[in-house]
Nanobody, 119 residues
Framework: QVQLVESGGGLVQPGGSLRLSCAAS????????MGWYRQAPGKQRELVAT???????NYAVSVKGRFTISRDNAKNTVYLQMNSLKPEDTAVYVC?????????????WGQGTQVTVSS
């Protein structure tokens, strides 16, 4: 059983920065991908960024160059550094862990943290 605990959301002005953290507790398989999704009111959930255990990353076009995802494998923690924030970045940001071995796949989600970009 794995739980994801998120922190770092809040209210920030356009052009500002926030750093989100997500710590996974409990037993995890060695093969896993951690990432961040976001969902704004009236919109579908979208993938923001993912990172493998080895450090391979993928970003949504809308955030590439502004956001940086990283992870600390020893702490089972993933981070999202968000710079040059725009009002359209406003959403609930949710941490995700896809954890598998062989044919077994477990999909975990955090509680979500609100990010609001407004002047």
């Amino acid at each position: 059983q794995v739980q994801l605990v998120e922190s770092g959301g809040g209210l920030v002005q356009p052009g500002g920065s926030l750093r989100l953290s997500c710590a996974a507790s409990g037993r995890m398989f060695s093969n896993n991908v951690m990432g961040w999704y976001r969902q704004a009111p009236g919109k579908q959930r979208e993938l923001v960024a993912t990172i493998t255990r080895s450090g391979s990353t993928n970003y949504a076009v809308s955030v590439k160059g502004r956001f940086t995802i990283s992870r600390d494998n020893a702490k089972n923690t993933v981070y999202l550094q968000m710079n040059s924030l725009k009002p359209e970045d406003t959403a609930v940001y949710v941490c995700n862990l896809k954890d598998w071995t062989g044919s077994t796949l477990l999909d975990y989600w955090g509680q979500g943290t609100q990010v609001t970009v407004s002047s």
